[in-house]
């Protein structure tokens, strides 16, 4: 019996746990109305911020895609965070969201999906790897109908 009632606490106070983290990305994310230009030009002041990097992961013409694994250092970089910042041309909206790099290493020792308009892939890339990576573009990302999606780390 207390068995069962530990387990029911655990669940409650997990529970807890991820409608607090939830509430709190939430709370991190805007989503505006904004005309193509709009999205363009804020697109272009993160794309400015880190001008003289190569991004982390290149989406190729073919469809392939390639980490360079060749830009991360040997020590990592105090991450703060993962942002994102997503075009949805055919709505014309813009959302922009933060999340905290102390819980991206919480799948640290799993390497990261990616999905990206048709493009799905495993990737072999983990939070350890984007902290020796440090702060920059993570994927920069078109579709041909004007969607947008721009990942970077701070």
Same mark, same amino acid.
């Given at each position: 019996?207390?068995?069962?009632?530990?387990?029911?606490?655990?669940?409650?106070?997990?529970?807890?746990?991820?409608?607090?983290?939830?509430?709190?990305?939430? /709370?991190?994310?805007? @989503? *505006?109305?904004? #005309? !193509?230009?709009?999205?363009?030009?804020?697109? +272009?002041?993160?794309? %400015? $911020?880190?001008?003289? /990097?190569?991004?982390? @992961? *290149?989406?190729? #013409? !073919?469809?392939?895609?390639?980490?360079?694994? +060749?830009?991360?250092? %040997? $020590?990592?970089?105090?991450?703060?965070?993962?942002?994102?910042?997503?075009?949805?041309?055919?709505?014309?909206?813009?959302? +922009?969201?933060?999340?905290?790099?102390?819980?991206?290493?919480?799948?640290?020792?799993?390497?990261?999906?990616?999905?990206?308009?048709?493009?799905?892939?495993?990737?072999?890339?983990?939070?350890?790897?984007?902290?020796?990576?440090?702060?920059?573009?993570?994927?920069?990302?078109?579709?041909?109908?004007?969607?947008?999606?721009?990942?970077?780390?701070?």
């Amino acid at each position: 019996m207390i068995v069962v009632g530990v387990c029911l606490a655990l669940l409650v106070v997990g529970m807890a746990l991820a409608g607090g983290f939830a509430y709190y990305i939430f /709370r991190q994310t805007s @989503i *505006e109305t904004t #005309s !193509s230009k709009g999205a363009t030009d804020r697109f +272009e002041q993160v794309r %400015a $911020r880190f001008k003289d /990097r190569t991004p982390y @992961i *290149e989406l190729r #013409s !073919s469809g392939v895609l390639k980490v360079h694994h +060749e830009l991360e250092q %040997a $020590r990592e970089v105090d991450l703060q965070s993962v942002r994102i910042l997503a075009w949805d041309a055919d709505d014309n909206r813009l959302a +922009e969201t933060s999340i905290p790099f102390w819980f991206v290493r919480l799948k640290a020792s799993s390497p990261f999906s990616l999905k990206l308009g048709r493009v799905s892939r495993d990737l072999e890339v983990t939070a350890h790897d984007l902290a020796r990576f440090g702060a920059g573009i993570i994927v920069d990302f078109e579709e041909p109908g004007g969607t947008r999606v721009l990942v970077w780390t701070e």
